[in-house]
């Protein structure tokens, strides 16, 4: 079965940098992984996503999150630089046996546990 563990969360001051990781198991590394964050009381919101095509990445992020992929160790990164409070939320990793990169939460059937990012003076 396939099984996502994100790591790397913390706390971090505005400007800062955080590596966020997604450790996969059970899948085929042609699936797109995709990452969403959900703020306390918020919807979940799609942030970006990595498939064998390349990457895709919401407005709010591009240009300061990256996306990559370490098919060696199963693994996806999300390299978030220039963090803003805003940034603030926990974060997934998601992907689905069907669908490649899309920005619609429903479109994935696994997920990850999540890992809590918080950018704070």
């Known amino acids: 079965q396939v099984q996502l563990v994100e790591s790397g969360g913390g706390l971090v001051a505005p400007g800062g940098s955080l590596r966020l990781s997604c450790a996969a198991s059970g899948f085929m590394l042609t699936y797109a992984i995709g990452w969403f964050r959900q703020a306390p009381g918020k919807e979940r919101e799609w942030v970006a996503c990595?498939?064998?095509?390349?990457?895709i990445y919401a407005d709010s992020v591009k240009g300061r999150f990256t996306v990559s992929r370490d098919n060696a160790e199963n693994t996806v990164s999300l390299q978030m630089d220039s963090l803003k409070p805003e940034d603030t939320a926990d974060y997934y990793c998601?992907?689905?046996?069907?669908?490649?990169?899309?920005?619609?939460?429903?479109?994935?059937?696994?997920w990850g546990q999540g890992t809590q990012v918080a950018v704070s003076s």
């Open positions: 998601a992907t689905d046996r069907v669908f490649g990169c899309s920005s619609d939460p429903q479109d994935y059937s696994y």
């Open positions: 990595i498939s064998t095509t390349g990457t």
